[in-house]
């Protein structure tokens, strides 16, 4: 498995690492001759922190290049890291569709560009190859990668990345919809816009909100999401939670303008899902494990 990565900054960096920690080899491109010192620097003091038995093993398996067609060569998957722009990422894939087999995937890690948009007025044959694989920052130490997939991407192309990813070690979620954020950016927005309207209204200060989520919120987060979270939070589970909390939730949304109310459909759709994920009769046994996890990351002053 050959990868290459365009563009060599924070995410080029760190893909690069998870790629060759899992033996994949690695070509990083790089336009500017001086970011790639920079990032060859990068890759091996971030390898160091990383505690393995012998980074020089994952370092020996990334090349740096300012040679495009020099990194594109011979390479099963392309993952564009390049500046946030529509044109330069279209030109740069544009290139690597021209310079690679046509089954090769090219997946960007655009934060905000839809793939539609990145693929629009590219040949048929190149826009099926495009699709978004947007990481967290960093890749090698957070796991969840959200891919995106446009109307026109191939579903061979959609199942080939998940795969690739996979076996890197991640964690790929599959957004259905070309929606501005995808999920990641989506949730962690609803928060902040939530806390700096808190703050705007002197409700309390910064720290104090990053302390509810520090000591309170991201601890469960950590190891299950808001949805099993409400769902182990109320006995009845998520259904019995929406009854009790759903009023409350729809009042806060209401004093923000916001009205995007859980319908009684949407809640049976929620806990539809959530009951093929944990039946009932499991539920006492799963708050214990939950339980279980927060003791075991507990804090020193915690009981
Ligand atoms: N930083 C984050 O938290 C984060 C998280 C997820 C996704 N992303 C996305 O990843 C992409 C890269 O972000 P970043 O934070 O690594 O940016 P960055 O500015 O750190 O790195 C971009 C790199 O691209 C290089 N570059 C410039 N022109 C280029 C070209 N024509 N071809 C190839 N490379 C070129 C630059 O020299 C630089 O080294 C962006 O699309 C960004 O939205 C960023």
Do not use: V
């Given at each position: 498995m050959s990868v290459t990565v365009l563009g060599a900054g924070s995410i080029g960096v760190s893909f690069a690492i998870l790629f060759a920690c899992r033996g994949f080899d690695v070509a990083v491109y790089d336009?500017?001759?001086?970011a790639l010192p920079r990032a060859a620097d990068d890759l091996r003091e971030r390898l160091k922190q990383l505690?393995?038995?012998?980074p020089a093993v994952a370092e020996a398996r990334v090349r740096f290049t300012a040679q495009l067609d020099d990194a594109l060569a011979g390479a099963t998957f392309v993952q564009e890291c390049a500046p946030e722009r529509v044109d330069l990422k279209q030109e740069l894939l544009a290139h690597a569709a021209a310079r690679t087999a046509e089954d090769v995937p090219l997946a960007s890690a655009s934060s905000a560009i839809v793939p539609s948009r990145l693929a629009e007025g590219l040949d048929a044959s190149v826009a099926k190859r495009i699709l978004v694989g947007h990481p967290g920052n960093p890749p090698y130490l957070l796991p969840v990668i959200e891919v995106v997939p446009s109307t026109v991407t191939a579903e061979s192309i959609t199942r080939r990345v998940t795969e690739i990813y996979r076996s890197a070690g991640l964690r790929p979620v599959l957004v259905r919809r070309e929606v501005e954020g995808f999920l990641f950016n989506r949730l962690q927005g609803a928060l902040l816009r939530e806390a700096y309207c808190l703050v705007r209204d002197g409700v309390a200060g910064v720290d104090d909100i990053d302390e509810v989520v520090r000591s309170g919120l991201g601890l469960r987060w950590s190891f299950i999401g808001p949805f099993e979270t409400a769902d182990l939070n109320t006995r009845g589970g998520i259904e019995s939670h929406a009854a009790k909390m759903g009023p409350a939730y729809e009042r806060m949304g209401a004093e923000r303008g916001q009205h995007d109310p859980w319908t009684p459909d949407l809640i049976a759709e929620v806990t539809g899902q959530r009951r093929a994920l944990l039946d009932l009769d499991d539920w006492d046994e799963r708050v214990r494990w939950r339980d279980r996890q927060l003791i075991r990351m507990r804090a020193p002053n915690a009981v």
């Open positions: 336009p500017f001759e001086d505690d393995l038995t012998d």
